[in-house]
């Protein structure tokens, strides 16, 4: 494997994130000399952790709110200051808030780490996601256990002791539900889905199709970089999500789309500031003529869907290009987009488990148990970094014309985030007070506390035009101009 990604590499350096910003920055293409307008103070840990979670989430928010004053300097032409304090970052990337006051139920109470019958004497872990019923009640009922949510704990660990991990992770993909087994390091390494996503960039911008460049939206320096630009956000848990969340406070129209049918968390009332929220059913034809009336007069279409299942519905990257030439298709995988997982489905809690990452901080803490990240970094690295991608194929877009495919996989974050190396002592941080960094706002689910976004510009502040609201608040129109 490469000696980027070994475990045990220290950082820590001063210029730790900027490193990694760097990284980025040039593989995007993106001109050396804006990296000089890019401040990212601080390079001490913020939260316990033996892994470089604090520059991760630092640079790839830089790298985001950086693109964003790029495509400003490209419609103005001079350039503004950004700076990405490293502690705000981190702590907006904690998924903490409240409404009237009420701090929401994130996890399921079956959601979680459960031993299996040992192999070879040594014990099994597996990680269930629960969060959404129809997976709980497929997990319980490939366990035998009763389906619904009165099923106890205790009862999924007994069901768990009669199967092996990798055994049970197999019959659970089968039936398509979201389960992962525990390994180390070692052993995703030499898995053939880690051998697949081995040679690809953590932020991959390809050139689909031929396109002339499409004519930016009339704004004014006092704008907000993205101004007129117009998002599909066709995304529901959190990476994607935070991306359009991300583009929303640069100024883009993002325009959430959900299919009525299926559940949502209720972590949708943070990620949601600044969108308009509409439904829309992709298996009805009218739906499908909507979704293409409004791809039209888009620039970005991003999309959390299983590789090929929006492909299926008439709307993959080929598909999207040909329909509306120009525009920069944005995709999120679980483990990439090729390999033997590349349908396979996957969260962020579930990605840690099976690619090493619970097993290693365990080692580097000496727990018993399998420990996980102090926070989603996989998640929201991930979202800042399709952010990145989208607007640097924007930049792209803007001064060689063409349409463009961003793709970016909570596995090979992971990979990225191990090449950033570990972090000695990292395990001892305090977890500093969120309190300074919350503003509260009206939403359509309730007052909301949340964090502020922490990328600060000299001359475009980033802001939240429209409120939070519930899916279907709005139609599947785009407002006027």
Known sequence: MPSDVREGRETGGTDSARHALAGLWEQAGLPPAALDHIDVPGNAPVLPSSFAVADAIQASMAAAAGAA?????????????????REQAVLESCAHFTLDGRAPQVWDKLSGLYRCGDVAGAPGWVRLHANFAHHRDGALKLLGCPVG??????????????????????????????????????EWDRHPQALALADEPVVRIDRIGDARPIDAPPCTAADRPLHGMRVLDLTRILAGPVAGRTLAAYGAEVLLL?????????????????????HLDLREHAGRERLQALLADAQVFVQGYRPGGLAALGFGAAQLAA????????????????????????FDSLVQT??????????????????????????YAA??????????????????GGSWHVQVSLAGVGRWLRSLGRVDGGLSAQAPDIAPHLVSEPSGFGRLVAARHAAQFSETPPLWRWPSMPPGTHDAVWPPR
Request: aromatic letters at 6%.
């Open 149 to 186: 949510d009165r099923t106890e704990r205790s009862a999924v660990e007994q069901a768990l002791r009669g199967w092996r991990a990798g055994e049970f992770e197999d019959a659970a993909a089968q039936a398509g539900l979201v389960v992962a087994a525990l390994r180390s390091f070692d």
């Open 69 to 85: 004053a790029e495509l400003w300097h490209l419609r103005h032409g001079r350039r503004q200051q950004v700076r990405v304090p």
């Open 323 to 346: 329909l509306r030439p120009g525009i920069v298709a944005v995709s999120l995988s679980a483990y990439g987009a090729s390999g033997p997982w590349s349908a396979r489905r996957g």
């Open 258 to 278: 959900n299919a009525p049918h299926l559940p949502n968390i209720e972590a949708i009332a943070e990620t949601s500031r600044g969108k308009r929220s509409a």
């Open 383 to 400: 979202g800042y970094l399709l952010a990145f991608g989208a607007q640097a194929a924007l930049w792209r877009q803007a001064r060689e």
């Open 354 to 379: 099976a690619t090493g990452f619970n097993d290693a901080e365990a080692r580097a803490s000496g727990a018993a148990k399998p420990q996980a990240l102090p926070l989603q970094a996989l998640d």
